[in-house]
């Protein structure tokens, strides 16, 4: 009974084991078949191969730049030809020379003044010249103006808000009545004051029936060499001597010409619709200028509200633009200047204060 039990036992595990082999052959047999026929039906590649490369290239289309349209030359028109004054019997044919100012030691002294030396022999410009020359002469201009502007670089900025800067621009007829002098400063304010150096300017000469004759003109960023230039005018050869670090030369002086301060104060005797076109120096180069009228503006400004012209320079592309606003109630001296650099940089001066009464000491 008992080896009967042991051998039924025995004969089922036996049957369970042949299963198990059976089961364990058969799967076998379906994975062999199943790798065999991937392999020749469904291309698996060989890890052992050299791996494929995919390559997107993207192919843009040439553009064709369109040619810019050319400007039109635009003709300048010429200076009117202006018959050379005849000289009075009394009145002696060659002037004597105002002697050039000399580079300031500091250029914070606004209020310094330039010493004087031209001789009473000097005699201004035959009457008739400015007859001759179709201007009208306004003989009552200023003998003095002293203005201060803030300075800007935002444009868009209230006249009350902060300024960057300041500047100064003193005007003086010397009491004899045929020499000017005007002396301009402009300064940074705060941290720029410590990387912004001053400008300076000076320019110096004589009065004439035409309005004002500079004979010198000196202009002067900090200690700069390369940024110091000078101009000597030569009315009787009419020679115009440049100066500056890269060396001198000399140029034909057009009449009328002026430098960068005296032509914006000869509005005061020749107002600025009669002449739109000016020869201006700035030391290193003698230009011809256009300006055009761009209409009347009233400013805001901490004088009140003041009535202007607004002119501006014509300017080639890529070159820097001048404008200029006249007060009209006060013989067209400049209340707001604003300079436009190449680069995109504006720099504007806008009137905070401005007295024409002469101080004691010049009064006549």
């Known amino acids: 009974m008992w080896n009967s039990s042991i051998l039924m036992r025995w004969k089922s595990l036996w049957q369970q084991a042949s299963f198990q082999r059976l089961a364990a052959a058969l799967l076998l047999s379906v994975l062999l078949h199943l790798f065999l026929i991937g392999k020749f039906n469904f291309n698996i590649p060989d890890l052992n191969e050299e791996p494929l490369l995919i390559e997107a290239r993207l192919t843009l289309p040439k553009v064709v730049p369109t040619p810019a349209k050319a400007k039109p030359a635009v003709k300048k028109a010429a200076l009117a030809k202006k018959t050379p004054p005849k000289p009075a019997p009394d009145t002696p044919e060659t002037k004597p020379e105002i002697p050039a100012p000399s580079l300031p030691g500091n250029a914070n002294a606004i209020s310094d003044q330039l010493t004087p030396t031209l001789s009473d022999a000097i005699e201004p410009v035959a009457e008739n010249q400015a007859e001759e020359a179709g201007l009208i002469i306004n003989p009552d201009a200023y003998k003095y103006v002293d203005t201060e502007f803030d300075v800007r670089t935002d444009i868009a900025a209230k006249f009350d808000s902060s300024p960057v800067g300041r500047a100064k621009s003193v005007y003086r007829l010397l009491p004899n009545g045929e020499e000017y002098q005007i002396k301009s400063l402009v300064q940074a304010k705060g941290l720029a004051a410590l990387f912004i150096p001053d400008l300076l300017q000076i320019s110096d000469g004589y009065l004439s029936n035409t309005g004002l004759h500079p004979q010198h003109y000196l202009y002067q960023f ?58 201006i120096t700035n030391g290193k180069k003698l230009g ?72 004691a000491n010049l009064q006549q």
């Not at 230039?229 to 010409?257: C, I």
């Not at 509005?267 to 600025?272: K, L, T, Y």
């Open 288 to 359: 011809i200028y256009d300006y055009s009228f761009e209409g009347e503006e009233i400013i805001a400004t901490k004088m009140g509200n003041l009535n202007t012209i607004h002119i501006l320079r014509s300017a080639d592309e890529g070159d820097e633009k001048t404008e200029l606003w006249l007060a009209l109630d006060y013989q067209y001296v400049p209340v707001k200047i604003r300079k436009t650099e190449k680069e995109g940089k504006v720099y504007e001066l806008l009137v905070t204060s401005l007295k024409t009464e002469n101080p």
């Open 222 to 279: 900090g200690d700069k060499k390369n940024k110091t230039y000078r101009a000597d005018f030569d009315w009787n050869d009419k020679k115009l001597s440049l100066h500056s670090e890269k060396g001198n030369k000399e140029l034909d002086l057009v009449e009328g010409t002026q430098d960068l301060l005296s032509f914006m104060y000869q509005f005061m005797f020749v107002p600025p619709l009669q002449t739109m076109q000016l020869s």
